[in-house]
């Protein structure tokens, strides 16, 4: 099977490794170099599949989908990553809506493990079942879950990075200290802001925006650290720094 992945590092590289082990031919690309690629009209035009992973950047993420839907046959699948925004929103920047469907996941995506995937009003019923066949052949078991921006673990794990990050701020415990509270108190797999720093803090700021967008609440208000902290170009891992620095290789 053909697939095209275009998005955010390291989302793209974990669908990538997926699809590598599956026995599909991947073409992975980042948003950015995405509409300079050489090769990216006849990508599109033999894929069966496409995967679009940017929810760093609303305008980013609707001009992407633009582009894969333009480009894609009338048959091809195109999974979308909604954590930023809706499946809905999503599917309404693209030509032929009713083949979207919106998908969720976190790094790092195990070998076996579980993706959540919600359907867009838009959406057909035999587009929701081919994503379902798609994921469960990457090892991915589907869960369906209602549609918007964040779906069930990035929603509640970015709300949780937003938290530590507010705590951060105000002084209460350093990084390390937080991470260590969640993960030795409440056994968390990751600390909170160490896991923020291997997703890259512009996607959790993306996160974090489109659910405050989306309901109004001030509990998904994102903090101002993490604003400062993607303002600054510290994104985490990706760039060497984060809420904690990375040396380099």
Request: with cysteine.
């Amino acid at each position: 099977m053909n697939v095209v992945i275009v998005g955010q590092v390291p989302f793209v590289d974990e669908i990538g490794r997926l699809c590598r082990l599956a026995g599909h031919d991947e073409a992975i690309y980042l948003t950015e170099e995405f509409a300079v690629a050489g090769d990216r009209a006849e990508r599109l035009a033999a894929a069966d599949v496409a995967i679009e992973l940017q929810d760093a950047s609303a305008a980013a993420k609707r001009a992407l989908l633009g582009a894969l839907g333009a480009g894609l046959p009338p048959e091809a699948l195109l999974l979308t990553s909604a954590l930023a925004s809706s499946a809905t929103a999503a599917a309404a920047a693209v030509v032929r809506p009713e083949r979207v469907v919106g998908f969720g996941v976190l790094p790092p995506v195990p070998e076996t493990g579980l993706v959540e995937v919600a359907a867009a009003l838009q959406t057909g019923d035999e587009a929701l079942a081919r994503a379902e066949w798609f994921w469960r052949g990457l090892g991915q078991e589907p869960l369906r879950v209602a549609d918007g921006p964040g779906l069930v673990r990035a929603r509640t794990v970015c709300c949780l990075i937003n938290a530590a990050a507010g705590l951060l701020l105000e002084g209460v415990a350093t990084a390390a200290d937080i991470d260590l509270a969640m993960r030795l108190g409440t056994n968390y797999p990751h600390g909170p802001l160490a896991w923020a720093d291997r997703i890259g803090l512009d996607v959790v700021l993306g996160v974090m925006t489109g659910l405050f967008e989306e309901w109004g609440e001030d509990r998904y208000r994102p903090s101002p650290l993490l604003r400062r902290l993607v303002a600054a170009g510290r994104l985490g891992q990706k760039t060497g720094r984060g809420f904690y620095p990375y040396p380099e290789d």
